[in-house]
């Protein structure tokens, strides 16, 4: 039976990991690709790197850090932050990242999705889109959550998908960082609408928030960064506790 | 050990070299006949589209190459769909290495998501790359076509139907999977190909 995937997502600025980690076995915690080699032993599914500075100059860094990262690494990663243009994309994919995910350049210039889809294929092209509930219904945003879009999360989750997006990783920016679980009910809306996987994220504070994103929120994967970083939801024991709930989950 | 591996216009090559690079060995990625021919085992990765892909091969006479290669041959993915006799995927004419054709997911219901992508278990016969695996083991996906269960079946995977995630005939091995990219379980795949 398919799994249900467990994501760890690292932002990195300068080629480092930001947000610091507790990991005391870690030689260098700030070392994207020594973090990133923890987790797969430990059992994450997939990984995601996010540039979170992605300036023009800093975005050679960042692809040189991909290419160690896609030499020491057996599992699949996406890598996301400062995809512009499909040339950022071809850039990223020869350093060896195995999916990119687009985010406002997609919003801005939603052709970007189909250009990906038609080089390289759909499975590369990961749509995020960054949402919050006003009083219209849940909105995307730009830019961390701080840019009203004209734009409504499910008919642009639909536009991404028939435009040829491979997977969505919908975060709701009312969620991120409180730790009171995800947004189940438009997570839940998402993946039975859509015929393409979807990713929970934002709000993974406890192990039952996950089994609420799988059981619940009908997510095929769901990703998270401070729980995993800080240790205080170690993978393995995650896993396990999936994996007692007859959840399908790869020990 | 002399490694090759397939060059042709497919994408995702690197990530095989990467794999055998973590294994210690280091390929050589050719499309030189001898070289290939020459190998003492061969590589034929990919992820692309059938029918271009097949173009390609032909114009470049890799198809007779391939068909014709004695040592060990390891197609992953793309590269196993087509050692097959025809893809559904642009109607494409494939290699004919594996008489059985690949044809399209077709999916039945909702929770059916078309491609088949992430991690599922694999049932094996317990030989050839696969020799000491005696229990599922999960490895990574991702394809919308398939080859049915066969004659040439070497490992089983259940998506929407039984399906054949790794082929073997001979000295032709295949997987639908990408061992390159599924961890330990892969490492150990790759391994017992090496060591055939």
């Given at each position: 039976?398919?799994?249900k995937r ?164 919908f ?11 995800f947004?189940n009910?438009?997570l839940r809306?998402l993946s ?5 996987p979807i990713i929970a ?9 996950f089994?609420?994103a799988f059981?619940e929120g009908h997510a095929d994967a769901a ?29 | ?196």
């Amino acid at each position: 039976m398919l799994a249900k995937r467990i994501i760890p997502c690292l932002d990195i600025c300068k080629g480092r990991t930001v947000k610091g980690t507790n990991f005391v076995n870690l030689r260098d915690a700030g070392d994207p690709v020594e973090l990133g080699k923890l987790y797969s032993e430990q059992g994450a599914d997939e990984l995601v790197f996010l540039d979170i500075t992605a300036s023009f100059e800093e975005r050679k860094t960042f692809t040189d850090l991909v290419e160690r990262i896609a030499a020491n690494i057996s599992i699949p990663f996406t890598v996301g932050g400062g995809i512009h243009e499909l040339k950022d994309v071809e850039r990223l994919l020869k350093a060896g990242a195995d999916k990119v995910s687009v985010n406002s350049a997609a919003i801005k210039n939603p052709k970007l999705i189909d250009e990906i889809a038609l080089n390289f294929g759909s499975q590369v092209c990961v749509a995020a889109i960054d949402a919050k509930q006003t009083d219209e219904g849940w909105r995307c945003f730009l830019n961390g959550g701080r840019v009203p879009t004209d734009r409504m999360l499910f008919e642009w989750a639909h536009e991404c998908c028939e435009r040829g997006a491979g997977e969505i990783l919908f975060t709701s920016m009312d969620h991120d960082g409180v730790k009171q679980g995800f947004a189940n009910e438009a997570l839940r809306h998402l993946s039975d609408e859509l015929s393409i996987p979807i990713i929970a994220s934002g709000g993974a504070g406890a192990k039952e928030h996950f089994r609420d994103a799988f059981l619940e929120g009908h997510a095929d994967a769901a990703l998270a960064a401070s729980v995993f970083h800080f240790g205080e939801i170690p993978i393995p024991e995650l896993k396990q506790y999936l994996c007692d709930l007859k959840i399908p989950i790869r020990l | 050990m002399n490694i090759a591996i397939v060059k042709y216009n497919a994408g995702n090559i690197h990530s095989v070299i990467n794999a055998l690079g973590r294994l210690g060995v280091k390929a050589l990625l050719t499309d030189n006949e001898e070289e290939l021919r020459g190998a003492d085992k061969v590589i034929f990765p990919g992820v692309g589209e059938a029918s271009t892909t097949m173009e390609y091969l032909r114009a470049h006479n890799l198809d007779r190459i391939i068909r014709d290669l004695k040592q060990p041959v390891l197609g992953i993915c793309l590269g196993q769909q087509l050692m097959c006799s025809r893809s559904e995927e642009g109607n494409a004419e494939c290699l004919g290495i594996f008489d059985v054709p690949v044809l399209k997911f077709n999916p039945q219901r909702h929770e059916d998501k078309v491609p088949h992508m992430g991690w599922n278990t694999i049932e094996t016969d317990g030989k050839g790359i696969f020799k000491g695996f005696d229990k599922p083991e999960y490895v990574y996906f991702v394809h919308s076509f398939y080859v049915p269960v066969c004659d040439w079946t070497a490992a089983k995977t259940d998506y929407i139907l039984p399906f054949s995630a790794s082929l073997h005939k001979d000295n032709f091995y295949a997987t639908q999977f990408h061992p390159e990219k599924s961890g330990s379980t892969g490492e150990r795949i790759l391994k017992k190909f090496l060591d055939i």
